[in-house]
């Protein structure tokens, strides 16, 4: 007697670059792990690759993502990870402007920037 096999939902979407709608699920945590090693590892293209090796995973091989344009790669990321984890994201987002006002530095070293954080939940 075999292991039982993990029963996932599927879901369909329709990309704007490909005519047939592709159907995908919801990443596992072996996907999971593989975004946290990428994230670790600090290397946007490590990263990039991890997401498009998870995207491949999720579309059951059937979808080419070396060949996606950008926007669907990020659109079907977008909905996987709403399918996954959560629809609502909690976006950080650090200002870096320079400070052009000398008086308003906190110190002398201070590096000039704003470092201002602002959080949505989205």
Do not use: W
Request: glycine fraction near 2%.
């Amino acid at each position: 007697m075999g292991l039982p096999k993990i029963v996932t939902p599927e879901y369909t979407i329709q990309l704007k670059s490909i005519k047939t709608p592709v159907r995908y699920r919801p990443y596992l945590v072996k996907e999971e792990k593989l975004f946290l090693t990428a994230k670790e590892s600090d290397d946007p293209k490590e990263i990039e690759r991890v997401i498009l090796q998870v995207i491949k995973n999720c579309t059951f091989g059937e979808l080419d993502v070396d060949i996606l344009p950008t926007f669907d790669v990020e659109y079907l990321f977008l909905q996987l990870r709403a399918k996954s984890v959560n629809n609502i994201l909690d976006l950080r987002y650090e200002c870096r402007n320079r400070i052009r006002d000398k008086s308003q530095r906190t110190s002398e070293t201070d590096d000039g920037r704003c470092h201002n954080t602002v959080t949505l939940n989205v």
